[in-house]
């Protein structure tokens, strides 16, 4: 079979596939020169707005029920990865992907940003002297809480840049939008 005839009748979702001769390489090489700060940038405040939601609303849960930090902060990880992947989860859905897709898009293109920012967020809130112990309606609480978010920001940015430049991360989705 002559390969240039295998690719004439290619859609553009077959660029998001490696493996794909010179058609996945064009996309990788596409990509990687349209990784802009700005793509990065919105990929990562896109994320931070997930893990931010999720991480409060555990919190909040977890001193409601009088839960101790542990218990706490797993719920509040669990729901920033939740809240995270389902931002994303609902515009490809929303772009006509059937749910496993779109489940699998979100897992590649969210993970490895919600986990740098969980990691650098609750490292920045376990450093700081007092943060674990303080309740909702300390100020140490939310200034600890917004400063990991701040790190965070800054340290996941750079991440989803170097990924959306190789083809991973966020721009997984964009290839369905």
Known sequence: ???SAHHAGT???DTTHEGHGHVGQTAHHAAHAGASWAMAVKATLHCLTGCAIGEILG???GTALMWGNVPT???AITLAF???YSFT???VVRAGLDLKTAIKVAL???TVSIAVMELVDNTIIALTPGAMDAHLSDGLFWSALLGGFAMAFLITTPVNKWMIGRGKGHAV???YH
């Open 1 to 3: 079979m002559d390969h």
């Open 11 to 13: 859609t553009h979702d």
């Open 59 to 61: 919190m909040v849960i």
């Open 73 to 75: 902060m797993v719920l």
């Open 82 to 84: 939740l809240f995270g």
């Open 89 to 91: 989860l609902f515009a």
């Open 108 to 110: 590649a293109a969210d």
């Open 173 to 175: 989705v964009h290839a």
